[in-house]
C-alpha cells in the first residue's frame, strides 16, 4: 500500500474513522481512547456519587430502626420512597431537556440551550406545584382510607406526608437544573452535590434519632437533606452560560422536536416512572399493615440502589450517545455487546447477594429480616437483573429519538400490573408481590428486545441471537437461587460459566470488527 494511504482515515459507515489496510490510525485510535477514558470516568464519578450514599443508608438504617421503633420506621421508610419519588419524578423531561441541550451547546447554540433549560424547569415547577396543591388536601383521605394502622401512627404518618409534600415543588426543579450539568458532561460538579445532599439524608436522620423518637423530626431532617440538591445545581447551572443568563434571548416557541418527544417522554415517566412503581406502595399499605410492608419495601428500596450504578454508566453517556446516532447498524451493534457484557457482570454480582442475603439481612436488619425477607429479596433479585438490563435499553431507544412505543407499552401494563400485584398480594401474600414485580420487569425486557429487532431490521439477526441467548443464561442462575435454596453452588457455577462465554463472545466480536476495519 503506498505510504500516502496508510495512515488516511477512511469511513465504514460506524460514525467511527478506520485506517485502511485494517487498521486505526493512531490519532482516530487516541480519539477513540479519550472518549472511553471519559465516559469511563465520568460513570465512576457518577457511581462513586450513589455508593456513598448507599454506605450511609447501610450503617445508618439499622441504627435508625433500633431508635424509633418498627412502626415509625415504617413510616420512615415510606416517607424515603417518596422522596425519591420526587426527586426521580422528572417527568421524563430531564432526559429529553440533556438530549436536545447537548446537540445545542455542541452547535453553540447557547440561547437554544437557555431556551430548552427555562421551559424544563417552568414545566417542572408548575407540574408539581399543582400537584402539591390537589395533594395536601386529600393527606388526611388517603391516610385514614389507606393506611392500616392506629389513630396515633396516622397521625404521624399523615404529618411525615405533609413534610415531603410541602418540599415537592423544589425538590421537583432539580432535573432540570441537573440537565444543564449532564449536557456539559460536568459530572464531577454533579457526583459533588449528588454525594453529599444523598448522604445527609441518612445521616442527618441517624444523629437526630438519638436524641429525638418523633418521626416527624426524622423525616423533616431527611427533607432539609434533599432539599440542598437543587439549590447546589442552581448555583453552577447558571454559570454554565459564562456570563450572564440570557434571559431576553429566551424563545416562548419551544421547538417542535423537543414538545413532540417530551410529550411521550411524559406519559412514559408518569406511568412507569411514578404510577407503577409507587402506586403499588399504596396498594400494599391496603392489602397488609404497615409494620409488615418494610419486609419487603426496604429491601427493595436497598436493591434498587443498584439499578442507580447502571443508571448513572448510561447517563454518562447519554449526551454523546444523543449526538450520534446516525448509523442505526452500528449502534445495535454496540448496544448487544454493551447489554451482554452488563448481563454478565450484573448476573455474578447478584448472584453472589442472592447467595449471601440470609447472612446480610440478618446482620445488617437483624433475625426479624432474615426469616421475612430472605426469599422476598432473592425473587426482587431477578427483576432486579431485568431492571438493570431495561435501563439501559430504555436510554438508547430514547437517544435514538424513539418515545412513543415505550409510552403505549407503559400505558398497556398499568391495569394489568395492579390486577395481578392484588390478586397476588391477597392470595400469597408479600412472596406473590415480589413475584409480579420481578415478572414485571421480565415482560419489560422482553419488550424492548423485541421492539429493537424490528427497529434495527436483519442486518444483525445473528449477533442478537446470540447475545440474547447469554443475556438470558445470565439471569437464569437468579431464579435458580430464588426457587431452590439448596442450588446456590451450581447456580453460582452456571454464572460464572456463561459470564466468562460471554466476555470471550465481546472479545471475539470486538476483534474482527477492527481486524476487518467494519462495524461491530
Known sequence: MPAAN????????????FARGSQVSNASWNRVLAQVRRLSGNALLLTVSQVLPLIAAVISLPFIYRNIGREEFGAFSIALSILGMFVALDLGLGRSAVRFMSRAFAAQDRDGAATIAVHSALWLGGFSLVLTVILIPLVEIAAERWFDSSGTSRRIVVSSLYLVLLSWPLLALTPALRAVLEAREEFGKIAFIQSLTSSLTYVAP?????????????????????????LFFLWHARRAWGGRFPWRAISSDVPKEFRQFSAWVVVSHLTGGAIIPYGDRALLMRIFPLDTVAFYNVPLEFLSRFLIIVNNAA????????????????FERTYLIVITAASALLGMLLVAVSVLAPAGLELWLGEEFRENSTGIVRILLVGLMCWSLNAIAHFSLNAQGFARAIAVMHLIEVPIYFLAMYVCGVRFGLYGVAAVWSARMLVEYVCFSVYRAVISGPGVSIMRRVAMTLVALNVLPLGIVAAADEAWLTAMAVSLVVASASFLWIASVVRKGYAAASPL
Open 6 to 17: 496508510r495512515d488516511r482515515p477512511c469511513r465504514d459507515g460506524s460514525g467511527f474513522p
Open 206 to 230: 441517624l444523629l437526630l434519632s438519638f436524641v429525638s423518637g418523633d418521626i416527624r423530626v426524622i423525616v423533616g431532617a431527611a427533607v432539609v437533606s434533599r432539599c440542598l440538591g437543587p
Open 315 to 330: 447517563m454518562a453517556a447519554f449526551p454523546v450517545m444523543s449526538r450520534y446516532t446516525g448509523d442505526s447498524g452500528f
